[in-house]
């Protein structure tokens, strides 16, 4: 079978994920994108040798999956109209601009039975998959605490150039909300549950709405407490980065970055420094393998088998975004988080 895909949005989002496709095995036909901008739509068209489709039900009817890779107040009507037609769908993440969205769309493709996937992508990159084995290994011992930056120029401007970020009835929020949900997720994936959240934000560049800087400090069920420091600034020469430190009762382990590191270990019985194709042999030697997270989507289209990760997972995340926001709109309070679902592994 060759899964027909559909894109709506045409953006740095869609881009991203074409890109994904267009080194993926399984076999696949991208069969058109629309975006409510004509001009970007076929501009992307052109460049990628594309079909441009006039509309969103265009879209639905010529494709098996769409890809929903628009502004994010738009992602629950077009995640409904997908599923009302029994299509497979891929939403980029944040789900929505808010919980309650987020929820009713998790049951909305799971009452049409569809194959249902998020771009929380981070959890496949090479440097976070060595992290958490490295954590969870038991010569490290319990976390302790966990240091977490993640900064960013304000992406309304660069190869972003996303207007809709400085618009709150678009967007729904800024940076906790936009980027760090990743952040959260890979907290919880990397550690373990979360129990409470205290957070505090600010608005430096006076976006209504969108909050430039979020402070996270997060409690976990097993031990141990995390810093989040998320910043949206304007420093255009400083490309995405994400640091974690974990601290270990005895290791220290570090990831300079989320994709190829280097990731480094520190402890008494000897260090780790490994990045790129050593990162890789690494990963290969403890039975981690790697993943195209749009491969493994379309595989799951493909065989009707579920995708990971699903919206449940989105909804966890909306569900820690949700506690911060009310944190800081209550002057920084802890705020307790419900249980995390049992995931498994894709």
């Known amino acids: 079978m060759t899964v027909r895909i559909g894109v709506l949005g045409a953006g740095f989002i869609a881009r991203y994920h074409l890109a994904m496709l267009a080194s993926a095995r399984t076999p696949h036909e991208v069969v058109g994108i629309h975006d409510p901008d004509d001009a970007k739509a076929q501009a992307l068209g052109r460049e990628l040798d594309l079909p441009v489709l006039p509309s969103e039900e265009a879209v639905l009817d010529a494709a098996d999956a769409v890809y929903v890779c628009t502004w994010t107040s738009e992602h629950p009507r077009l995640v409904a109209a997908a599923a009302a037609a029994g299509r497979a769908v891929f939403c980029e993440k944040p789900l929505a601009v808010d919980l309650a969205a987020a929820r009713s769309m998790l049951a909305d493709v799971r009452a049409a039975g569809v194959v249902h996937q998020v771009g929380l992508v981070l959890r496949d990159a090479p440097a976070m998959r060595l992290l958490r084995s490295l954590v969870h290994e038991p ?14 120029y304000l992406p309304v401007q660069g190869v972003y150039a996303s207007d809709w970020r400085a618009d709150k009835a678009r967007a729904g929020a ?13 907290l919880e994936w990397v550690i373990g549950p979360i129990t409470s959240v205290t957070c505090r934000t600010e608005h430096q560049h006076a976006i209504d709405g969108i909050e430039d800087m979020a402070v996270v400090l997060a409690t976990f069920a097993g031990g141990g407490v995390a810093t989040l420091t998320s910043v949206w600034h304007d420093i255009l020469a400083r490309p995405s980065l994400r640091r974690i430190e974990v601290l270990c009762r005895d290791a220290m382990i570090t990831a300079e970055s989320d994709l ?14 490994l990045a790129d194709d050593a990162l890789r042999d690494e990963l290969a030697a403890r039975g981690l393998r790697l993943r195209n997270p749009d491969d493994g989507f379309l595989r799951a289209v493909r065989d009707g088998t579920v995708a990971a990760p699903g919206f449940e997972v989105a909804v966890r995340a909306h569900e820690l975004l949700d506690a911060c926001y009310r944190s800081a709109h209550a002057g920084g309070v802890p705020i307790d988080v419900p249980p995390a679902p049992d995931e498994e592994e894709p």
Not at 260 to 270: E, H, N, S
């Open 174 to 186: 800024g940076t906790l909300l936009e980027h760090s949900i990743h952040d959260l997720d890979l």
């Open 139 to 152: 010569s490290s011992g319990p976390v302790m605490g966990v240091v977490f930056r993640d900064d960013q």
């Open 260 to 273: 190829w590191g280097p990731v480094r270990r520190q402890r008494d019985a000897g260090d780790l420094d």
